[in-house]
């Protein structure tokens, strides 16, 4: 059964920092690409960064390029997002996945509420 748990997550101000942790089983992250996603209140899920594992490539939404960086522990099956300079419009549950999910994904964590207070 594939599973993400996402922390990390919590009430920053505005140009603060925040880096979540998504932990996984039953899907080895080396394996395949995967990445980051948010859903911010009355809005559709979004895509954040997927990093691609067969040459490390990052593919960043205009939004958060400069500001976000995705990186992963192989050995420990963890992905993270640092996140930097951060806007209220960030402001969004955070979910990691499989990149690209598909529109039949079921597997989504609990996500990990990021809020920025103006």
């Known amino acids: 059964e594939v599973q993400f748990v996402e922390s990390g997550g919590g009430l920053v101000q505005t140009g603060g920092s925040l880096r979540l942790s998504c932990a996984a089983s039953g899907f080895t992250l080396a394996d395949y690409a995967s990445g980051w996603f948010r859903q911010a209140p009355g809005k559709e899920r979004e895509g954040v960064v997927c990093?691609?594992?067969?040459?490390?490539?990052?593919y960043y939404g205009d939004s958060v390029k400069g500001r976000f960086t995705i990186s992963a522990d192989f050995a420990k099956n963890t992905l993270y997002l640092q996140m930097n300079a951060l806007k209220p419009e960030d402001t969004a549950v955070y979910y990691c996945?499989?990149?690209?999910?598909?529109?039949?994904?079921?597997?989504w964590g609990p996500g990990t509420q990021v809020t920025v207070s103006s």
């Open positions: 996945a499989p990149c690209p999910p598909g529109n039949d994904y079921d597997s």
């Open positions: 990093m691609s594992t067969a040459d490390g490539s990052t």
